[in-house]
């Protein structure tokens, strides 16, 4: 875990467009990475980007990524090329006095890297429990764990979080001054921000579920991040 | 609008891995792409993938973004290299009987192909338009359209719907019969679903709106989808 405190150390990690929303500290990454609960992992196949939804769990500064053997992409970013992996967040909508300026609050974690094949089994296991549990807290323990042949039909990933970049969004929109209107317009154009978040709903349980079988706290009182 | 009503018509966008989680039909697409607020798009630069969040609006079977004309990720997109534009809502986290059979409840849309930059200056205002509108539903004519020089620091993109996939998986955990308890256990593993949803709060002024500027219908009322 020696990841520097600070992020940006690359040309391409380093955030160029709307830099002031850009967050240098490593935390605010980790903090971003802890929140979601997908991301979007991107690889080259066949000449042509690919950029799939995935699962992820983190440890410290590198983040698990897993899938079955038989995935092509997953393949491809266990072979060492370069991948990108993307956590977005968002939350909300920020409506502007001018089309332009219509905009979103969001939290966005980048990461850049080639992502490593995990081979060994203490690290494969420790990959899959960070993902499991980032997924739904208190499951590894509750469940039954991975058999061989679990195993061997799962690849697991390592990316190393050492280049990435952050950038987030909050407030008010930026509107220009010359839409702004006084106190004395009777109906200004109405701007501000419809904020979002991911709620949870009454738990579904499985058909197959013994009848009256409690909902876990680990299911009923999970606390969903703000947006997630 | 000549795409055909089925999709999957080369072989990148024909789902392999849980291939019956497949939708085939281009009424699925559209659905997915409506209902979501945010995609990521893929594209190399540098000889390496970037995945990167964005708006984006659908008029028949053309998907528009834009972004700031100097952004390095969207000049490359508008260089006709291919790109891989994808939009995932997640629905659900899955808790099974084991680590290995939880998931996730998702609709998700990958589009593959090559942006096109518009130049033709209605397209460009019908993309922006859409844009706006999939963002905002009612923001288009209610405040100031775009003026010549933000026209001009605008980028808008096209890219055609005609290669693109759509996988969703809904319902319960696929536990392996093994796991399964019967009706005598008393304290079984709890298996099912935590349904997730997107939802909007309550409407935050902008600080500089004139005080007691009533929330419009078109924020107040917005109907977001499940989940977005």
Chains 1, 2 share one sequence.
Do not use: Q
């Not at 467009?17 to 240098?24: D, K, L, P, Q, Y």
């Not at 995935?71 to 332009?100: K, Q």
């Not at 499985?206 to 079988?213: E, S």
């Amino acid at each position: 875990m020696d990841a520097p405190a600070s992020l940006s150390p690359t040309d391409r990690s380093t955030v160029r467009r709307g830099s002031r929303r850009a967050r240098t500290d490593r935390a605010d990454l980790h903090a971003v990475l802890d929140a979601g609960l997908i991301g979007h992992l991107g690889v080259e196949l066949g000449g042509a980007p690919v950029v799939l939804p995935t699962g992820y769990g983190r440890s410290g500064d590198t983040l698990y990524l897993h899938g079955s053997t038989g995935a092509a992409t997953l393949r491809a970013a266990g072979g060492g090329v370069p991948v990108c992996f993307t956590v977005t967040l968002l939350d909300g909508i920020v409506y502007a006095r001018s089309a332009f300026h219509h905009s979103m609050n969001y939290r966005c974690a980048v990461v850049h890297g080639r992502a490593r094949l995990v081979e060994d089994a203490d690290e494969r296991l420790l990959g899959l429990r960070v993902l499991t549990e980032h997924l739904a807290p208190g499951s590894w323990t509750a469940t039954r764990l991975p058999d061989r042949k679990e195993l061997a039909a799962t690849a697991v990933l390592a990316l190393d979080l050492t280049e990435a970049s952050v950038k987030i969004r909050t407030g008010p929109p930026g509107d220009d001054e010359r839409d702004l209107e006084g106190p004395e317009v009777a109906d200004p154009v109405w701007a501000g921000v419809l904020p979002l978040r991911t709620v949870a709903g009454e738990p579904e349980p499985c058909p197959l579920l013994p009848g009256g079988a409690a909902v876990p706290a680990r299911v009923r009182d999970r606390a969903l991040s703000p947006s997630a």
